[in-house]
């Protein structure tokens, strides 16, 4: 939802100290704010689930729904395939939905592919927390980046370079500076990396899904491209207008393949489907199936005619679909000289179907998830805290988990409690053998965010206490409550306040303070009610480790 902020600052604070006792309080806690138990699960960042399968973070944006609302919707991965390290193996490359790519290296053989677990490359095609003096939001980023993924040889140098689209309509070319047997991607700003679409340097559509493919047998690839506008999208040929090297498009030399039809969020992938020598187009769209375009031109000389309103729906075995808002990749993983499906689910999992028909006529089976192996221990997840950006801004390997002496070597409660547990934030060593240099946003501002809204009165002060220490580079660690008011049926933030920033280090302290809640919001005719809904959360920046334990936000006597 886009943040609206009427006014800030309209919490009052009472003597805050990061050691001052608190006020005598009365009533339940309403944060919830122990961590002696969480629940067990599996460490996200290895891109392996508790399942043993292929599972990257999964990510959402905002999208018709079926009942003509937007609405924040989950969208899957995009998946390419190819040789990215030069060991004759093919090598599994992953988009995921908040803008993390992933590599996933080939450990089997030729005919028996074999993926462990994978690495979060040095790639980033977002944008951070965009904030201003008034806290407002920049409605730009809202969401997340939902990256459309394909490898592509453009020099000919035998290495592959990433092209992808983006939410926002981006198109962009990152290119591999390392060799066919050691890739190496630097991350450059998405200006330095971006392909124009448009004379006018514009954006051309929403969900950019792109497909590099020589078309016009000139040597050059062209851009066949998937749009995701509501009511608009349809797959289009851009013809390029410049060289392999410095691709250019516009929409001077733009032509519509194939119109949407009332299809949406489309993702095409161009194949000889019945091995005529003519380019077919296989779509993912929204509702979840993965739609065939056989091409009816005469000769593969001519230009391209599509059947554009009977695409014929790929069956996987007795189904015809796949999940909503499905991506797809065609790729021989096998090395049967069969084009086999790689498809994606809107939680994160990575699918195949093996083909299993012969040249001309392919038939699928029922889709399975690939397989790996989590090389990290299981962690204890917080139940009712979470790790959370308004925006993802490119930082991986982040973990927020509960923690204690059994589960952490050396770790020491606090002193004068009965606690054994705390919950950490830390940047954990990935151990990557392929990308040792991660991307890391600068000044980047980390969140904690309280998973449950909560119910505070006007006109009644709040004790606010917790115990924090730190380990590293941790500054500025601020706490903030924010109020949600509807109107006209739509959630917006209203008010917030900041605490100021905490002392912070190595050794456990408790930071106390108070506030209320004024019955009238000053400067604005606007009333406070009575009783409002709440947002918590906590901010800091830096790449240390935070542990924090007995949050509390308790009403004071």
């Not at 002060?461 to 500025?476: A, I, M, N, P, Q």
């Given at each position: 939802m886009l943040r609206s902020t009427f006014l800030c600052s309209t919490l009052l604070i009472l003597g805050f100290t990061s050691t001052q006792a608190g006020a005598a309080t009365t009533g339940p806690n309403l944060l919830s704010g122990d961590f002696e138990s969480g629940l067990t699960t599996y460490n996200p960042w290895a891109g392996v689930d508790d399942l043993g399968s292929l599972h990257v973070i999964a990510g959402a944006q905002k999208a018709v729904s079926d009942t003509g609302t937007?609405?924040?919707?989950?969208?899957?991965?995009?998946?390419?395939?190819?040789?990215l390290n030069g060991d004759g193996l093919k090598d599994l490359v992953v988009a995921d939905a908040r803008g993390f790519f992933w590599y996933y290296p080939n450990s089997g053989k030729p005919n028996a592919p074999v993926f462990?677990?994978?690495?979060?490359?040095?790639?980033?095609?977002?944008?951070?927390?965009?904030?201003?003096?008034?806290?407002?939001?920049?409605?730009?980023?809202e969401g997340d980046v939902v990256p459309r993924l394909q490898l592509v040889d453009f020099t000919g140098e035998k290495k592959l370079s990433i092209v992808s689209g983006t939410f926002l309509g981006g198109l962009y070319y990152v290119h591999n500076n390392g060799s066919s047997t050691s890739p190496a991607f630097r991350t450059t700003t998405r200006e330095d990396a971006q392909v124009p679409t448009h004379s006018g340097g514009l954006m051309w559509c929403n969900y950019l899904a792109p497909f590099l493919y020589d078309?016009?047998?000139?040597?050059?690839?062209?851009?066949?491209?998937?749009?995701?506008?509501?009511?608009?999208?349809?797959?289009?040929?851009?013809?390029n207008m410049g060289n392999n090297d410095h691709p250019k498009f516009t929409e001077a030399k733009q032509v519509k393949l194939i119109p949407g039809m009332g299809r949406e969020?489309?993702?095409?992938?161009?194949?000889?489907?019945?091995?005529?020598?003519?380019?077919d187009i296989i779509a993912g769209e929204r509702i979840g199936y993965i739609n065939l375009y056989l091409n009816q031109a005469a000769s593969s000389n001519d230009a391209p005619v599509f059947d554009k309103d009977h695409p014929q729906h790929i069956m996987f075995g007795s189904s015809d679909k796949t999940g909503t808002l499905t991506t797809v990749c065609a790729a021989d993983i096998n090395n049967d000289n069969l084009f086999d499906l790689i498809v994606s689910s809107t939680d994160g999992t990575i699918m195949y179907s093996l083909n299993v028909g012969t040249p001309g006529a392919p038939k699928f089976g029922p889709l399975t998830p690939f397989k790996g192996v989590n090389p990290f221990p299981k962690i204890i997840k917080p139940r009712t805290w979470v790790y959370d950006r308004y925006r993802p801004?490119?930082?991986?390997?982040?973990?927020?988990?509960?923690?204690?002496?059994?589960?952490?070597?050396?770790?020491?409660?606090?002193?004068?409690?009965?606690?054994?547990?705390?919950?950490?934030?830390?940047?954990?060593?990935?151990?990557?053998?392929?990308f040792t240099s991660l991307y890391v946003p600068s000044?980047?501002?980390?969140?904690?965010?309280?998973?449950?809204?909560?119910?505070?009165?006007?006109?009644k002060?709040?004790?606010?206490?917790?115990?924090?220490?730190?380990?590293?580079?941790?500054?500025?660690l601020t706490y903030h409550l924010e109020g949600l008011q509807t109107i006209s049926g739509k959630e917006l933030r209203w008010t917030q306040y900041s605490g100021s920033s905490l002392n912070t280090g190595s050794s456990w302290s408790r930071a106390n303070d108070q506030v209320r809640i004024p019955s009238v919001i000053p400067g604005n005719s606007a009333k406070?009610?009575?009783?409002?809904?709440?947002?918590?959360?906590?901010t800091f920046k830096g790449s240390g480790t935070l542990y924090l334990d007995d949050i509390s936000l308790k009403l004071a006597e």
């Open positions: 937007v609405q924040n919707l989950p969208f899957s991965p995009s998946v390419a395939v190819g040789d462990t677990h994978g690495e979060v490359m040095p790639v980033w095609l977002g944008a951070g927390f965009v904030e201003d003096s008034t806290d407002e939001r920049s409605p730009e980023f078309w016009s047998g000139s040597g050059r690839l062209d851009l066949v491209m998937g749009d995701g506008s509501y009511s608009a999208n349809s797959i289009y040929l851009f013809t969020d489309l993702t095409p992938q161009v194949v000889d489907w019945n091995n005529d020598g003519k380019p801004d490119g930082a991986a390997y982040e973990l927020l988990e509960c923690v204690n002496a059994q589960t952490e070597k050396g770790f020491t409660p606090p002193p004068d409690t009965t606690l054994k547990g705390a919950m950490k934030f830390s940047v954990i060593d990935p151990h990557n053998v392929y000044d980047a501002k980390r969140y904690i965010r309280y998973a449950s809204k909560i119910t505070l009165q006007a006109e002060r709040y004790t606010l206490s917790f115990l924090s220490r730190t380990d590293g580079d941790v500054s500025e406070t009610p009575e009783t409002g809904s709440f947002v918590f959360w906590l």
